[in-house]
């Protein structure tokens, strides 16, 4: 299974009134495990970032000045997440300035070059409603480290964002009970909330193994002078 976790960093939050987007931050997983076979881009957006846009990501006009234009990095990027799941935190607000790059191009919308896209921030509201569920948030609740992220980066964020996807899906493949340590404790919350558990995986003994736990029984039937209460719980 490939999946791609996939964020952007943009002029604004419009991509109908012409924001564009300036950085684009791609990481691989195949069957859950991180490959290091990654993409990275910064984009050209001909335009400037509007202020608010430009202290959430820090990208000046002038250090995208001399980068490519989305058009000369769009085959690569499809080519990349051709097939692939993709995985992304909000991603009305990714894909929409995606399908508004790629219809410039008169390029099919994101979702017709991929199998399928998941939400992490919709499975986060799912498990958590109620609760602040943004990236920063998930890192905290499932104990990612990201005090190295002063600015917000697409590819930094795509990276931790596949921690918090791997954190919050873990119980598919995993015995790890995930509790929940309720942010507003002592004001009526319901208190932790355990994970789920994937199919437990059971390891038969060996016949060396069983005679040797038979052993063990007889020597405990012995000292009771009669059956030991490990017998009469396995005949019931």
């Given at each position: 299974?490939?999946?791609?976790?996939?964020?952007?960093?943009?002029?604004?939050?419009?991509p109908?009134?012409?924001?564009?987007?300036?950085?684009?931050?791609?990481?691989?997983?195949?069957?859950?495990?991180?490959?290091?076979?990654?993409?990275?881009?910064?984009i050209?957006?001909?335009?400037?970032?509007?202020?608010?846009?430009?202290?959430?990501?820090?990208?000046t006009t002038?250090?995208?000045?001399?980068?490519?234009?989305?058009?000369?990095?769009?085959?690569e990027?499809?080519?990349?997440?051709?097939?692939?799941e993709?995985?992304?935190?909000?991603?009305?607000?990714?894909?929409?300035?995606?399908?508004?790059?790629?219809?410039?191009?008169?390029?099919?919308?994101?979702?017709e070059?991929?199998?399928?896209?998941?939400?992490?921030?919709?499975?986060?509201?799912?498990?958590?409603?109620?609760?602040?569920?943004?990236?920063?948030?998930?890192?905290d609740?499932?104990?990612?480290?990201?005090?190295?992220?002063?600015?917000h980066?697409?590819?930094?964020?795509?990276?931790?964002?596949?921690?918090?996807?791997?954190?919050?899906?873990?119980?598919?493949?995993?015995?790890?009970?995930?509790?929940?340590?309720?942010?507003?404790?002592?004001?009526?919350?319901?208190?932790?909330?355990?994970?789920?558990?994937?199919?437990?995986?059971?390891?038969?003994?060996?016949?060396?193994?069983?005679?040797?736990?038979?052993?063990?029984?007889?020597?405990?039937?012995?000292?009771?002078?009669?059956?030991?209460?490990?017998?009469?719980?396995?005949?019931?």
């Amino acid at each position: 299974m490939r999946q791609i976790v996939l964020d952007t960093e943009t002029t604004g939050l419009n991509p109908r009134s012409g924001d564009r987007i300036i950085e684009i931050g791609c990481v691989e997983m195949i069957n859950r495990r991180l490959t290091g076979n990654n993409l990275h881009f910064y984009i050209n957006p001909e335009r400037d970032s509007e202020e608010g846009a430009l202290a959430v990501h820090g990208l000046t006009t002038e250090f995208l000045s001399d980068k490519p234009k989305f058009v000369e990095v769009s085959a690569e990027l499809l080519d990349y997440l051709n097939g692939a799941e993709i995985i992304i935190h909000n991603a009305p607000f990714d894909i929409g300035f995606l399908d508004a790059e790629f219809a410039r191009l008169g390029v099919a919308p994101f979702n017709e070059h991929v199998a399928e896209v998941i939400d992490t921030l919709v499975q986060a509201k799912s498990m958590y409603p109620g609760k602040r569920n943004s990236l920063d948030a998930l890192c905290d609740r499932y104990g990612i480290s990201n005090s190295h992220r002063v600015l917000h980066g697409a590819l930094l964020d795509a990276e931790l964002l596949a921690e918090v996807y791997l954190a919050m899906t873990r119980g598919q493949n995993s015995l790890t009970i995930d509790l929940e340590v309720e942010e507003n404790a002592g004001q009526g919350d319901a208190g932790p909330i355990a994970g789920a558990l994937a199919e437990v995986l059971v390891m038969h003994a060996s016949e060396e193994e069983v005679a040797a736990h038979e052993l063990v029984m007889n020597s405990l039937d012995k000292e009771v002078r009669g059956s030991c209460i490990w017998r009469t719980l396995t005949a019931n």
